[in-house]
T-cell receptor
Framework: DTAVSQTPKYLVTQMGNDKSIKCEQNLGHDTMYWYKQDSKKFLKIMFSYNNKELIINETVPNRFSPKSPDKAHLNLHINSLELGDSAVYFC?????????????FGDGTRLSIL | QQQVKQSPQSLIVQKGGISIINCAYE??????FPWYQQFPGKGPALLIA?????SEKKEGRFTISFNKSAKQFSLHIMDSQPGDSATYFC???????????FGTGTSLTVIP
């Protein structure tokens, strides 16, 4: 069973469109995250949620809106997609907010904006 | 501003050799330092981690060396194998919350 699963794996769309990426974890973790990995493989946190509550919101354009319907799911909705949004987006989860808890990553969603 | 600096950007090592990746940080609030391994098409996976109260941690062929005074830590991969070819990220996390700051990654290639 996949611990952290993201869908879709690939997303190709036109500039200006709205799209969503879904993430689910079956580890029973309390905390979930969204990261963006750019073309140079730099990995930067975007958001984190703990028990459905927003904890971290880095300086991300407000076109990006995370939603956590329950603690096993954290979806990412992106409005008015721009060329610079092209990247690989990773969802991750950890047991809780303690900093020594390992983060478990999904396999990523590669978003390409045409 | 890059919170964790990582070098080298890429590394090529012969099979059986030692791979060494270095990281440095400035924020003294960091107190947890994990290393993640990422294969193409996959997400990063935790490899090994250390807290600053010890200077070294070893798990199999992987060792973290930690120098608190210099604010530097490194990953040593002994007897490197072609299967170790991947991108390696160091990271650091402060003692409040679980926000990780990742290094820029090192692409390791182990030549048979």
């Amino acid at each position: 069973d996949t611990a952290v699963s993201q869908t879709p794996k690939y997303l190709v769309t036109q500039m200006g469109n709205d799209k969503s990426i879904k993430c689910e974890q079956n580890l029973g973790h309390d905390t979930m995250y969204w990261y963006k990995q750019d073309s140079k493989k730099f990995l930067k946190i975007m958001f984190s949620y703990n028990n459905k509550e927003l904890i971290i919101n880095e300086t991300v354009p407000n076109r990006f809106s995370p939603k956590s319907p329950d603690k096993a799911h954290l979806n990412l909705h992106i409005n008015s997609l721009e060329l610079g949004d092209s990247a690989v987006y990773f969802c991750a989860s950890s047991q809780d907010l303690q900093n020594n808890q390992p983060q478990h990553f999904g396999d990523g969603t590669r978003l390409s904006i045409l | 501003q890059q919170q964790v600096k990582q070098s080298p950007q890429s590394l090529i090592v012969q099979k059986g050799g030692i791979s060494i990746i270095n990281c440095a940080y400035e924020n003294t609030a960091f107190d947890y330092f994990p290393w993640y391994q990422q294969f193409p098409g996959k997400g990063p996976a935790l490899l090994i981690a250390i807290r600053p109260d010890v200077s070294e941690k070893k798990e199999g062929r992987f060792t973290i060396s930690f120098n608190k005074s210099a604010k530097q830590f490194s990953l040593h991969i002994m007897d490197s194998q072609p299967g170790d070819s991947a991108t390696y990220f160091c990271a650091a996390s402060p003692n409040t919350g679980n926000q990780f700051y990742f290094g820029t990654g090192t692409s390791l290639t182990v030549i048979p």
